[in-house]
C-alpha cells in the first residue's frame, strides 16, 4: 500500500508542476503591471519602472519560474496586490467556510441519495422506483443556482424560517448547501440504482438467495458494496469540485469561502492571488482523488495496489 501511495504521490507531483507552469503562464500574459496594482494611482512611469524592476519583472521567465516555486516550497504563495497581505492568510481564511458548506452539502446529498438508490434498484419497474428516478432527473435537470433562489425567495423571502444569505450555523448553511447537495444527490441515485439493478442480477447473488441468507444481509452485505464502487469515484470528484468553490452558489448567499474570494481576486485584478487560489484548488482536488483511488482498493478486494 505505502509502494502505491509512494506511485500516486509522484505522479501528483508532475500534475502540480503543470498546474504552477500553466497558471504562471497565464498570469505573464494578463495585460497591466503587477507594480502599478501595487503602487499608488499617481505613481509615475519611473515609479512603476523601479518596482518592476525590485519584484525581479524584468527577469528572464524561466528565473521568475524558478523564484516562484521556491517561494511556494517555503511556503509562500505571494503577496495580494490588493488586499496588500499574504496570499496564503485570505486563502486558509476562506477554507473552513468552504468545507463546512462542502460537508454539509455531501452530508445532505448521501442521506438522500443512497436509500433512494437502494430501494429503487430493490424494486425495479415499481411505483417507488418511478418516483426516485423522477426525483433524480429534476434534480439533475434543475441548476443549482436557480434552486438557491427558488429556497431564497420561498424560506427566507415569503415564509421567514431562514436567513437569506450570511454565514453562520445550520440555519444560515442549509439553503446553499441543499441547493448544492440536489445535483449530486441525483446523479448519485441514479448510478446507484443503476449499479444495484446490474448486481441483483448476477449468479452470485441468486446463490447467496439459494443459501438462504437473508434478503437485508444480501443487499447491505454482498450487492451494496460492488454497486456503490463508482459512487465512491463520483463522491471524490463532486467533493473536489466543491472545495474548488462553488462560486455562483456562494456568490449569492454571501458565503465567505473559496468562490467568493476567487470573484474578489478577478474582480480586483489580483492575479496573484487568482494563481495562488488555482494552485491551492488544485493541489487539494489531486490529493482528494489520491484518497478516493485508496478508498476503492480497500473496498474492493479484486484492485490491486499497483
Do not use: C
Amino acid at each position: 500500500m505505502l509502494k502505491f501511495i509512494a506511485k500516486r504521490l509522484w505522479h501528483t507531483v508532475f500534475v502540480l508542476i503543470g498546474v504552477t507552469i500553466l497558471t504562471f503562464l497565464l498570469l505573464k500574459l494578463t495585460s497591466g503591471s503587477p507594480a502599478r496594482l501595487l503602487l499608488a494611482d499617481t505613481a509615475t512611469e519611473a515609479q512603476v519602472l523601479a518596482k518592476e524592476q525590485e519584484m525581479g519583472l524584468h527577469d528572464p521567465l524561466y528565473i521568475q519560474y524558478f523564484r516562484y516555486i521556491w517561494g511556494v516550497l517555503q511556503g509562500d504563495l505571494g503577496t495580494s496586490y490588493f488586499f496588500k497581505v499574504p496570499n496564503a492568510q485570505l486563502i486558509f481564511a476562506s477554507l473552513p467556510a468552504t468545507g463546512y458548506l462542502t460537508l454539509v452539502a455531501m452530508l445532505i446529498a448521501l442521506v438522500i441519495s443512497i436509500p433512494l438508490g437502494i430501494i429503487a434498484g430493490m424494486k425495479r419497474g415499481s411505483f417507488t422506483d418511478l418516483i426516485a428516478m423522477f426525483f433524480a432527473l429534476l434534480g439533475q435537470s434543475i441548476s443549482g443556482v436557480v434552486l438557491g433562489l427558488i429556497f431564497m425567495l420561498v424560506f427566507a423571502v415569503n415564509l421567514k424560517w431562514l436567513p437569506s444569505m450570511g454565514y453562520g450555523g445550520l440555519a444560515f448553511v442549509i439553503m446553499p448547501a441543499t441547493s448544492l447537495a440536489m445535483q449530486m444527490a441525483a446523479l448519485i441515485t441514479r448510478m446507484l440504482r443503476s449499479g444495484m439493478v446490474d448486481v441483483l442480477q448476477e449468479d452470485y447473488i441468486t446463490a447467496t438467495y439459494a443459501k438462504g441468507i437473508s434478503r437485508r444481509e444480501i443487499v447491505t452485505k454482498y450487492a451494496l458494496r460492488n454497486a456503490i464502487l463508482p459512487v465512491i469515484t463520483i463522491v471524490g470528484l463532486q467533493v473536489g469540485t466543491f472545495l474548488g468553490g462553488a462560486i455562483v452558489t456562494e456568490q449569492i448567499f454571501t458565503w465567505p469561502g473559496i468562490g467568493s474570494l476567487t470573484v474578489q481576486a478577478i474582480g480586483n485584478r489580483d492575479f496573484s492571488l487568482v494563481q495562488s487560489i488555482l494552485l491551492i484548488i488544485s493541489a487539494l482536488f489531486v490529493g482528494i482523488n489520491l484518497l478516493v483511488d485508496i478508498i476503492y482498493t480497500l473496498v474492493d478486494p479484486r484492485m490491486s495496489f499497483n
